[in-house]
């Protein structure tokens, strides 16, 4: 994958927040528009917060220069965002169920998890896609022309 699949994949991800947004209104459920959005934001930042952490410490260039100068490098960054992160994420969950009826609060779990479903379907699209130039690329044995020292023209091949 290269470095821009990330940055195409919010930009999928947006567009397929916008396509929903529009279903819902054009369905008149406009009470689930406002948590559907809210989700999908948590869902984009908090990725995007990952995201940037990982480019930050992860790379070796960076990873090196956070051990020289913090103790505990890239895991104790890593360690502080969780526990920051997850203690605010779950006062929010608890907020979430505790004021919004059951229809909002699945919509608000639907945008959520949806960046993170376009993020699992562009990475299996991107598997097939390689799989399938793979074999494209790769000659078939059954063809005459894919053997080795043998070119058939195409007159050849519609004689036999």
């Known amino acids: 994958m290269d470095t821009e699949f990330v940055g195409r994949t919010y930009r999928s991800a947006a567009f397929v927040t916008g396509f929903v947004l529009f279903v819902l209104a054009s369905y008149g459920q406009f009470a689930a528009m406002a948590p559907f959005a809210a989700g ?29 100068t ?39 779990a639907g945008g959520f998890i949806l960046f993170h479903t376009v993020i699992g379907l562009r990475g299996v699209g991107h598997y097939f896609v390689e799989r399938l130039n793979e074999t494209a690329a790769a000659p078939d044995p059954r063809r005459p022309e894919a053997r080795i020292g043998k070119t058939v023209s195409s007159k050849e091949r519609n004689v036999a």
């Not at 934001?41 to 995007?48: C, M």
């Not at 070796?60 to 051990?67: C, I, M």
């Not at 502080?80 to 997850?86: N, S, T």
Request: aromatic share 10%.
């Open 40 to 68: 999908a934001v948590l869902g984009a930042v908090l990725l995007y917060a990952m995201d940037r952490m990982v480019r930050a410490l992860f790379t070796p260039e960076r990873a090196r220069a956070v051990k020289k």
């Open 70 to 108: 913090r103790k505990g490098g890239p895991e104790r960054a890593l360690l502080g965002l969780a526990l920051v992160k997850y203690p605010l994420v779950a006062l929010l969950i608890w907020a979430v169920t505790r004021f919004w009826n059951q229809q909002e609060v699945m919509a608000f």
